[in-house]
């Protein structure tokens, strides 16, 4: 069996097991077992990965269903991006179970099942090189979640979870159009209907463009919900507050990334021309929604929904990353990907432990809270600048670098988006900040709260690593960019030279032929 | 007549025969049993098996040109009898302590399957016809099985007085579509459409009779589907029937029709998917009708609080999405029309079995509110009826995704992208109702406190657990049951 699928059998096996452990503290160490498993598997993985090849690795192709002129396969691999993301995953699950270890006492084991299977699931949806097995994986993800939220959430947990559900289907039914559209229109081209990734990369821009820019949009819709970028982010705030803790650690740390991957891997890969004729609408969303969510941020309450909007805030620093199409803006997408699977997993995983203790998420319930837990304030101050993109810090790498993409971009044209998107680098220091100082600063307003404890063992233990990497990050990038180096500059030179389409609505028209 | 024409319809006469004997069984015993469910059940496996052994079978057609004897025809025999044995195991139980007959019961449930094998095996619209009031007039009994029963009663006579009218419509479809080509046979209808083309037998004006005849056939059979709009009796009648024969009704019945939606439309009037003289109307007619069916069905099952009547409704949605298959008029669509049909007569046999299982058990699970925090209360049966939830909302890996997958495909591939996208947009709608169900079981607390009961292995749930296990391999593996339908008609 190749290291793929050993690392997406090995959370499923451990899901289809959790069934015989009643146990609440048996689950929960059999979890954790499993997830540093998977993550060690996956470490294997990264060091025999070679970041200099071209191409997928560790590929694994199997038949699947082969009937008359339909092949669908269990196709997937790895490329550079693709290994970041899954080392995202599977350490981010140690440290997020970790992190949460006493934070869920009523059924522990299907909880702990179904993050495995949701484990399972994000590994599927990063290495699948066969759309419809992506699909598939992309979709198994909504079902875990669904009862994550549904089952041990908030109070509007359920409006939260249907919202969530029905918001991520809505999209991924058109994504499911566009592949057996997509698939249709290859046969026409290259013969046979396939849903083959690297088949598909090879043939797609000899597509009418019209097709293209269609299959785009249904692609783009259904990644731009899960991402998600403005006007469709409604879901995100409910998402994560109903949450609980870890479903919100996994949320922005993981599944929100598996939009901003499919825009690349797929809007980006499959229609390069497409992207760049609508690069600045995708582009112009993102910008919105960096402001906007950075705005709505500032007058929250609610210390989750604040971290909530903040992910699209960053969220949208990606997507613009993204459709800059340069490989600065490449770059610094991926690496922010990680960035922000780090930093608001950290805070919305801190946070999760302060409700741990006081149970409410009211900022103004808290106050000096420094004075009380320094350890918690020093460990949620690194957090927080690492949000806000404090040089030196991991934030400020790929903040910078899709800036600077977006500034030098062939496809916008213009450096009104820098511009604009630079005032949500300054916004989200308004907000973090202030929120930092209302919760964590000055005189202690709650007299109540002076018997918070401060960090435990454990807790610390779940935070160090974390806090490493982002410092890692920050001082050292090139180390982890260069693993996903060779693919993105791949990509970026498929799209050199990708303009968008003219059109003739500005052209000049002879003044003589008028008048006649 | 020859010995290969018995051996080309034996499923056929094994499922008659059966019938008989469990008439004869139970004219001859003295106090009620189970006999008659399990030589139901015997007989199934028999046609199941007869089916199989000519499952392989290329094309043929057996006495005279009367019935079609292929893949297409055998995979149809295996899913109505399988429909049947999955349906006497869930009756086992719900019949008890009610003043039901079950030899009359296992009788008729056998001869709507003989109906619905003519229909799927019909090579002549003769044969179509019996076969098609074979199964309604077993139905309509079927339907008032709860004799005692004011709602069963209700719904017994308003499906009997409507499936009339549209017997009639049905009726007078074949007769113009004879007069327009001279013969009742699907094979020179074929013969007769693919020469021809624009110009059938007689003259012009017949372009436009063959179009009022084959309205009038998509009258009859919608009718039978529970299309929009033809669709009022259906959830009227699904909850005034008795649970386990709504489920049966909805499913195999519906297969049934749509198995000769295929073979009059795909194969007979609308040869290898390309529509001349007049039948571009038709193909029009039906995706209209499809996308009616998608959009009402799920949107009216949304304001269900009885969650007979959100299957029922959600059932027209259903018939829509094959709807989608038959439109498309290509391989894929007879493909996806073989492939939902297996794959919905397993959901939805599944869910009623759920809801007949907790009708009985607990005297409760008609009303929607009913299955609050079932998952407590009985964990195993919530978890397979969430399964059921999802498969039918399409969501993978269940089976239910990969129907849909095909016949989104086929649709896609006819040109049809609007009715696809229609169709989408009605999914979305659908999956808030079967979520609403999860819900309930999952996130909502029970009305009152119960001990958790003790789920035994009895019959019924055994049929919902191999509906249920059915469709996760069907999911997994979807080859399994594409390389069952085999080659249709190529």
């Known amino acids: 069996m190749g290291m793929i699928s050993l690392l997406i059998l090995i959370p499923l096996t451990g899901a289809a097991l959790l069934h015989f452990v009643k146990n609440d503290n048996a689950a929960k160490i059999f979890t954790l077992g499993v997830s540093v498993v998977a993550f060690v598997v996956s470490l294997v993985a990264y060091f025999q990965f070679d970041p200099r090849a071209l191409g997928y690795q560790f590929q694994e192709k199997l038949d699947w269903v082969a009937i008359g002129n339909i092949r669908l396969s269990y196709f997937v691999g790895l490329d550079g991006m693709s290994m970041l993301l899954v080392l995202l995953t599977t350490f981010l699950m140690v440290i997020a179970l970790i992190g949460t270890w006493n934070s869920q006492s009523k059924k522990v084991s299907n909880l702990m099942a179904l993050l495995l299977l949701l484990e399972a699931g994000m590994i599927g949806v990063f290495c699948s090189l066969d759309l419809f097995l992506f699909y598939i994986f992309w979709e198994l993800i909504l079902i875990p979640m669904y009862f994550i939220i549904g089952v041990w959430g908030g109070e509007r947990r359920i409006y939260a979870a249907v919202k969530f559900f029905i918001y991520t289907l809505a999209g991924s039914l058109f994504m499911l159009v566009a592949i057996i559209w997509l698939g249709l229109e290859a046969a026409k081209v290259g013969g046979t209907f396939t849903t083959d990734l690297v088949k598909l990369t090879a043939i797609s821009h000899q597509l009418p463009l019209d097709v293209q820019n269609y299959l785009f949009w249904a692609f783009a819709a259904s990644f731009a919900i899960k991402v998600p970028l403005f006007p469709v982010h409604t879901w995100l705030p409910d998402a994560h507050v109903e949450a609980p803790t870890i479903g919100s650690v996994i949320l922005a740390g993981v599944l929100l990334k598996m939009g901003t991957y499919g825009l690349i891997r797929f809007n980006l890969g499959l229609f390069p021309q497409a992207s760049a004729n609508n690069a600045s609408v995708l582009a112009v969303l993102a910008v919105v929604g960096i402001i906007y969510g950075a705005l709505v941020a500032i007058v929250q309450t609610d210390i989750k929904k604040l971290i909530a909007y903040s992910s699209v805030t960053h969220m ?38 302060m409700y741990e203790r006081k149970h409410t998420r009211a900022i103004s319930e808290y106050g000096g809270v420094a004075k009380i837990t320094p350890l918690f304030a020093v460990f949620f101050a ?27 971009s062939p496809v916008l044209h213009s450096w009104v988006y820098s511009i604009f998107s630079s005032t949500g680098v300054i916004l989200a220091a308004v907000y973090l900040l202030w929120m930092y100082q209302r919760f964590m600063l000055g005189p202690v307003t709650h007299e109540a709260n002076r018997s918070l404890k401060d960090l435990s063992t454990r807790e610390i233990v779940s935070l160090v690593p974390l806090v490493v990497f982002m410092i890692w990050i920050g001082v050292r990038p090139m180390q982890f960019m260069r693993t996903s180096e060779t693919s993105i500059n791949a990509l970026s030179n498929s799209l050199l030279g990708v303009q968008p389409e003219k059109t003739n609505d500005y052209q000049v028209v002879n003044p003589k032929v008028i008048v006649k | ?74 995979f149809f025999t295996i899913i ?52 098609l009031e074979t199964m309604s007039v077993s139905f309509y009994v079927l339907a008032g099985l709860y004799r005692t029963e004011a709602r069963s009663n209700e719904a017994s006579l308003k499906y009997f007085l409507l499936g009339a009218f549209a017997t009639g419509f049905f009726l007078y479809g074949i007769a113009l579509i004879y007069g327009c080509t001279g013969t009742m046979s699907l094979v020179d209808i074929r013969g007769t459409m693919a020469a021809t083309g624009a110009q059938p037998r007689i003259a012009s004006p017949d372009s436009t009779l063959l179009l009022l005849g084959s309205v009038l056939l998509i009258v009859g059979l919608a009718f039978k589907v529970a299309a929009f ?15 386990i024969v709504s489920g049966f009704m909805s499913t195999a019945g519906k297969t049934a029709a749509f198995a000769s939606f295929a073979l009059i439309f795909g194969y007979a009037l609308i040869p290898n998917g390309h529509p001349h003289g007049g039948m571009e109307k038709v193909q029009m007619i039906l995706a209209i009708l499809a996308a009616l069916s998608m959009l009402y069905g799920n949107i009216v099952a949304i304001a269900q609080t009885k969650i007979k009547r959100m299957l029922a409704y959600s059932s027209v949605a259903h018939a829509g ?82 129907g849909k997958y095909y016949l989104f495909m086929a649709a896609l591939d006819a040109g049809m ?20 169900v999860i819900v309930q079981m999952y996130f909502t607390e029970p009305k009152h406190v119960t001990e958790p009961a003790k789920e035994g292995f009895s019959f019924p749930m055994i049929a919902v657990g191999l509906a249920v296990v059915a469709l996760l391999v069907f999911g997994l593996q979807p080859s399994l049951l594409l390389q069952g339908i085999g080659y249709f008609f190529q």
């Open chain 2, 229 to 243: 709009p033809f669709h009022q009796w259906a959830p009227d009648v699904y909850e005034g029937s008795p649970s």
């Open chain 2, 80 to 131: 109505f009898s399988a429909a049947v044995i999955l349906t006497s195991m869930l009756a086992e139980r719900y019949l008890q302590g009610k003043e039901v007959i079950t030899g009359e019961f296992s009788a008729l449930l056998i001869f709507s399957a003989v109906g619905m094998v003519m229909l799927a095996s019909g090579a002549n619209l003769i044969v179509t016809f019996l076969g």
């Open chain 1, 382 to 408: 690194i957090a927080m600048l690492s949000s806000v993109g404090l040089p030196g810090l991991n934030g400020f790498v790929g903040e910078y670098l899709t800036l600077m993409g977006a500034f030098q």
């Open chain 1, 316 to 353: 949208g620093f990606i997507v613009l990353g993204i459709f800059s199409m340069t490989r600065e803006g490449l770059q610094g997408a991926v690496i922010q990907m990680v960035n922000h699977g780090l930093s608001t997993g950290m805070l919305f995983m801190m946070f999760g432990m």
């Open chain 2, 321 to 402: 999405y094959l709807l989608l298959g038959v439109t498309a008029l290509n391989a894929n669509g007879q493909k996806g029309i073989a492939v939902y049909s297996a794959v919905y007569t397993l959901m939805q046999i599944g869910a009623f079995g759920v809801v007949s299982y907790l009708e009985r058990e607990d005297g409760v699970g008609l009303e929607l509110a009913d299955y609050a925090g079932l998952s407590k209360r009985r964990p195993y049966l919530a978890l397979l009826m969430s399964i059921l939830m999802f498969s039918l909302a399409g969501i993978p890996p269940f089976a239910g995704f990969f």
């Open chain 2, 1 to 74: 007549m020859s010995y290969n024409d018995f051996i080309s319809v034996l499923p056929l006469l094994v499922l008659t025969g059966t019938g008989f004997l469990v008439l004869l069984w139970d004219a001859f015993s003295k106090k009620p049993s189970r006999a008659p469910l399990t030589l139901t059940m015997l007989g199934g496996v028999g046609a199941i098996a007869a089916a199989a052994a000519n499952l392989m079978n290329s094309s043929s057609v057996a006495f005279g040109g009367l019935f079609f004897s292929n893949s297409f025809t055998n």
């Open chain 2, 417 to 436: 992208t609007w009715v696809v996208i229609v169709g989408v947009i009605s999914s979305i709608i659908a999956s808030f109702f079967y979520l609403r």
